[in-house]
């Protein structure tokens, strides 16, 4: 898995807001809200909620990304 990039702090909070309200469906509820803004034709919060949930899916995984100290 790759890192995710991670545009600022309000792509994080975004990601706990989900994940707290949603648990485990929280990658979903990402998604859905992407697929909501593409087809409204808003490509920056497609990207958006896109870059959400892959950080979700970073944050639930138990697979070490990145430099290791």
Known sequence: MHS??????????DAQELIASHGDEA???????????????????????RQIERVIATLASDEVVGTVH
């Open 4 to 13: 995710p990039y991670i545009a600022g702090r309000t792509a994080l909070t």
């Open 27 to 49: 990658g979903y509820a990402a998604a859905i809200r992407a697929e909501q803004s593409r087809d409204a034709g808003n490509v920056l919060r497609f990207c958006h909620w």
